[in-house]
């Protein structure tokens, strides 16, 4: 009996190794992988090695090696047809039935993969070739290397009607399957028909196993759409694949010296590129479409707790919503997203680019939970001073945990959003909710808590004189708002400022738009100290404590990076880096605490 690839690959996928091993090796976690003795032959310290991640066991000692299906034929005595007979019925999938049309059907499939694969071929050449020079100059502007787009097999479609497709034709690909792969277009109307892609670059989009299954064009110059991917083909379904899968399943499970890479979901086909480029080996990104069901389930299959590294922008905002509502009915104990938000106007692209990979360490490092981006789907913006108003919180908040199927994991989540959040900021005394970034444990600073810094400021311009040194070691994550940090250290230096004068300034300088969303009632409702009301001691307090709150972030980087070389190679001087890093880090979050219910107007806004 035959069966195709993937029927064998949805077997493998479904099956995890340890799990069909574990049925007769009493195995024990290591890490990443599992250990036991070896069932084939006799030892007495395990030498038997299973990796769920690759998908095999190995055995140091004797040398058995293999995968689900020929650990079923070895330990069972089965042959190859027996042994997937029988793991199906475990997986739960029904034996195919292959009639003479599903025989062809999977020679046809195969024949597409060799008809894409001579296109990939094709626009690779292309690309080298004296026609591909608009394509080399776009690669080369991005900053891309030789050999980083040979990796990812880039190319080039020239800009004419027919050029692919009689390439191939000449090398005998009959029409229909150049139809059928997606790679040229027939008009309803009888004209002939003519390529699909054309005066693109092409980033060919491969499968798991790293076949090219479909490509995606980006159009040079002007013209819609932008962007353009292959239609949906026998080889290609859009919603069930992830751009660089085949690179990141590499990266994620690391070996050959090579730690392993963190799983980062991007938005487009240069930030993956850019980031493998920089290092980060576990970038993938969906294909240009809101992430789905299927793709985070394949996601979890590499890493527990992928990271959606999400655009700054209302629009990078509305993608993490969106992620969140389609993840909530999947999650399972110890499976979930992260967020990380990109500072405005940088994609994963542009910030490696222009601050180095270190600042996208830090960024991933300062990655937020699911529960976080659900509270605040809820409360951001909204009035929460009455009664009905806080009810009908719970009730969005509940209505939200009932698409929880895995009951543990609803009940952590009721836990944490209603018991910890909701009813602790509401519970008698608390006169206003708290905001959930300033009071969790682990608060990281991002633009909501820039603009608390920069009305603090530009509402009591005295106190910027007073704090000047620690201001300017700040990097804020708007170029908006640092530009305006950055103003106003240098006239605050320069001249007695009141907050007219200071506002005119940078309203001059071009920073109205900025200073607008600085200076609003809703932020000065939640954080009075920072308003134009607040006397100048309560409004020193605040900021004395935004202040530790941007120490404890820098420090906590710091500390990360500490542990990191001194897990690379111990010293006795990186063990006391590491020792003096993590006491400043106590020291600031002391610091940060301190005289919170000595100002009032403080307490009310920080919970």
């Known amino acids: 009996m035959t069966f195709t690839p993937q029927f ?3 077997i493998r996928t479904r099956l995890p190794c340890s799990e069909v091993v574990g049925r007769r090796v009493k195995l024990a976690r290591k890490g990443r992988e599992h250990a036991g003795l070896c069932p084939f032959h006799n030892e007495k310290t395990p030498s038997f090695w299973v990796n769920d991640e690759k998908g095999f066991y190995h055995c140091f000692g004797c040398g058995a090696h293999g995968d689900v299906i020929g650990f079923a034929m070895r330990i069972d005595n089965l042959s190859f047809p027996e042994a997937v007979e029988k793991l199906a019925g475990e997986a739960g999938l ?24 001579a296109a990939c071929a094709w626009f690779e050449a292309q690309l080298k070739g004296p026609g591909g020079e608009p394509g080399r100059a776009y690669f080369a502007g991005r900053g891309l290397g030789a050999e980083t787009i040979a990796r990812f097999r880039l190319g080039y479609a020239l800009d004419g009607r027919e050029n692919l497709k009689t390439a191939l034709k000449a090398a005998g690909v009959p029409e229909v399957l150049m139809l059928e792969a997606g790679l ?11 390529d699909f892609f054309r005066g693109r670059v092409m980033f060919p989009i491969m499968d798991r196993r790293g076949r090219v299954v479909a490509f995606g064009g980006r159009i040079l110059g002007d013209g819609q759409p932008k962007y353009l991917n292959s239609r949906e083909t026998p080889l290609f379904d859009k919603g069930r694949t992830l751009y660089a899968l085949d690179k990141a399943r590499v990266g994620v499970a690391g070996g050959a010296g090579r730690p392993p890479a963190e799983l980062v979901v991007c938005e487009g086909y240069m930030d993956v590129i850019a980031l493998h480029e920089a290092g980060f080996a576990g970038a993938v990104a969906p294909l240009g479409t809101a992430i789905t069901e299927t793709q985070i389930e394949t996601l979890w299959k590499l890493a527990p707790e992928p990271v959606l590294c999400l655009d700054g922008d209302a629009a990078g905002q509305r993608a993490a919503l969106r992620a969140a509502e389609r993840v909530l009915p999947l999650l399972k104990a110890g499976f979930s997203l992260r967020f990380a938000r990109l500072p405005p106007g940088d994609d994963p692209d542009t910030l490696v680019r222009r601050q180095g990979p270190a600042a996208l360490v830090e960024l991933l490092g300062r990655a937020r939970p699911l529960v976080d981006i659900l509270w605040d789907a809820e409360t951001a913006g909204r009035p929460l001073d009455t009664p009905e108003r806080r009810a009908g919180l719970e009730r969005r908040l509940k209505e939200r945990i009932a698409r929880i199927a895995d009951r543990s994991v609803q009940q952590q989540y009721f836990n944490s959003l209603i018991r910890e959040r909701l009813w602790t900021a509401f519970r008698p005394g608390r006169r206003n909710p708290a905001p959930a970034p300033l009071r969790a444990p682990g608060f990281v600073a991002g633009p909501e808590f820039d603009a608390v810094l920069l009305a603090t400021l530009i509402n009591h311009p005295s106190l910027a004189a007073d704090h000047c040194e620690s201001l300017a070691q700040l990097t804020l994550e708007g170029p908006e708002f640092d530009k305006i940090l950055k103003e106003i250290l240098h006239f605050t230096a320069r001249a007695e400022l009141d907050t007219a004068d ?17 200076t609003r009632p809703d932020l000065y409702k939640l954080w009075p100290f920072a308003g134009p009301q607040a006397d100048l001691s309560a409004a020193r307090t605040g900021l004395d404590h935004v202040l530790a709150r941007f120490l404890e972030r820098r420090l906590e980087v710091e500390v990360d990076a500490a542990r990191k070389e001194l897990a690379a190679a111990e010293s006795v001087e990186s063990e006391a880096r590491l020792s003096s890093l993590q006491q400043q880090l106590r020291h600031a979050g002391l610091r940060g605490t301190t005289s919170l219910d000595e100002d009032d107007d403080f307490s009310r806004a920080s919970g």
């Open 8 to 10: 064998l690959d949805e």
């Open 94 to 117: 029904e034996l195919p039935r292959f009639t003479p049309q599903e025989r062809e059907r999977a020679k046809r499939q195969q024949t597409l993969h060799e008809v894409v694969e």
């Open 184 to 194: 040229i277009v027939k008009p309803e109307d009888g004209r002939e028909s003519f």
């Open 502 to 518: 200071l506002k005119s300034h940078l309203m001059q300088t071009g920073s109205a738009a900025a200073l607008s969303a600085i």
